[in-house]
Each structure stands twice: as structure tokens, then as C-alpha cells.
T-cell receptor, first 112, second 118 residues
Framework: SQKIEQNSEALNIQEGKTATLTCNYT??????LQWYRQDPGRGPVFLLL?????KEKRKERLKVTFDTTLKQSLFHITASQPADSATYLC???????????FGSGTRLSIRP | GAVVSQHPSRVICKSGTSVKIECRSL??????MFWYRQFPKQSLMLMAT?????????EQGVEKDKFLINHASLTLSTLTVTSAHPEDSSFYIC??????????????FGEGSRLTVL
């Protein structure tokens, strides 16, 4: 069956450390993968997109990797801050990019 | 970035009534709009995909007669929950993209509509 799994439901780390979130997928062949941030009661906000032929993408303190052999994407936030606390969702395209399917999300908490 | 406006943000209705949720793209043409549903502490579940001027494509298990989707223009899509029941209570979120401008790009999300059916 097709699955998108994010490593943990919740992750709690110390401010200043690097947060690493994992997204694994099964029985999909996405051309690209996206990461979104969602705050409680709000719609998701786009952060980064990485294509299948890209190994790594960076944006400020964010870094995303994409390994199509392992069927995995890693999402890193360096020098984490309490304001980074939110739920992070990975999403991938399905059926020739006609729709976007989301993972279960990881709730990240950064403690001061 | 592009803006998607969703209205109403919260709605409470009685069981058996119908509720309409609007989703508008304010500064771009949304060739495709997606409707998602999200239960507490769960991820977004895709309900349907709608392309402007054509019928929506519903995901398996989503009743098209219960969740009516209309995408009559490039800036507006509506979701109508017909004969709502308490189990329809959820957070409904729309998203849009301009397929012609960027077929593989980001989705722009509305702020969501929290439906509570009494």
C-alpha cells in the first residue's frame, strides 16, 4: 500500500540545536517533494520544494535532502528557535502531479 | 507570495443543514484547487481536486453528493457540505495553484474553515 510516514509524531529539542525531521514514503515515485509548516488552527505554509534530481536544497536556516533510493527526505532546521515550534508536513506529488498527498506531520517543540 | 482567502473561518450549524465554504485566489489564477479535511492532530486528507470549468475529481471514500464542489471561475471554488451531521465536524482547508505558471510548484493554502455540526 502507499504510505507517507514522518518519523515521529512529536519532537522536542533545545533551542540552538539542529532539528531533523524525517519523511519516508512507500510505493510512490514522486517527481518532487515539499515541506510545509502549519501552526495550530491555521492553513499550511510552504517552505521548500526539492525535485527528484536534486540531492539538497537550502533556504536560510532550513535544509532539505531527498534520497530517491532510500525513498526518504530529511528536513533540518539549524540554530533552532522557539518560534520554529510548529507542525511540519511533508508532501509529495502523486499521479503525474495532479494532486499533492501529505504525510502525518511532526509536531516540533523548541524549548528555551 | 500568492494569497488564498477562505471564508468563513468558523461556522456552527445544526444537523441536517447545508454549509457553503468559499475559497478565493486573490492575486493569481487558480487553475487547480484542492480541498482537504483535517481532524485534530491528524494530517490533511485530500477530499477532491477541482479544475476550473470541469467537474471535481473526488478521492475514494468521499461522497460527491454530500460534498459539492464548484470551481466556476479561475479565482473561486466552493465546497458545500450538504445535510451536515456531527461526524462532518472538521477543519476544511482549500489550496490552489496556477498550473500554467508553475505545474510543480507550491500550493497556496487558505486559512481553513472550522465546521462544527451540532
Amino acid at each position: 500500500s502507499q504510505k507517507i510516514e514522518q518519523n515521529s509524531e512529536a519532537l522536542n529539542i533545545q533551542e540552538g540545536k539542529t532539528a531533523t525531521l524525517t519523511c519516508n514514503y512507500t510505493n510512490y515515485s514522486p517527481a518532487y517533494l515539499q515541506w510545509y509548516r502549519q501552526d495550530p488552527g491555521r492553513g499550511p505554509v510552504f517552505l521548500l520544494l526539492i525535485r527528484e534530481n536534486e540531492k539538497e536544497k537550502r533556504k536560510e536556516r532550513l535544509k532539505v535532502t531527498f534520497d530517491t533510493t532510500l525513498k526518504q527526505s530529511l528536513f533540518h532546521i539549524t540554530a533552532s528557535q522557539p518560534a520554529d515550534s510548529a507542525t511540519y508536513l511533508c508532501a509529495l506529488d502523486h499521479s503525474s502531479a495532479s494532486k499533492i498527498i501529505f504525510g502525518s506531520g511532526t509536531r516540533l517543540s523548541i524549548r528555551p | 507570495g500568492a494569497v488564498v482567502s477562505q471564508h468563513p473561518s468558523r461556522v456552527i450549524c445544526k444537523s441536517g443543514t447545508s454549509v457553503k465554504i468559499e475559497c478565493r485566489s486573490l492575486d493569481f489564477q487558480a487553475t487547480t484547487m484542492f480541498w482537504y479535511r483535517q481532524f485534530p492532530k491528524q494530517s490533511l486528507m485530500l477530499m477532491a481536486t477541482s479544475n476550473e470549468g470541469s467537474k471535481a475529481t473526488y478521492e475514494q471514500g468521499v461522497e460527491k453528493d454530500k460534498f459539492l464542489i464548484n470551481h466556476a471561475s479561475l479565482t473561486l471554488s466552493t465546497l458545500t457540505v450538504t445535510s451536515a451531521h456531527p461526524e462532518d465536524s472538521s477543519f476544511y482547508i482549500c489550496s490552489a495553484r496556477d498550473h500554467r505558471r508553475d505545474p510543480t510548484g507550491e500550493l497556496f493554502f487558505g486559512e481553513g474553515s472550522r465546521l462544527t455540526v451540532l
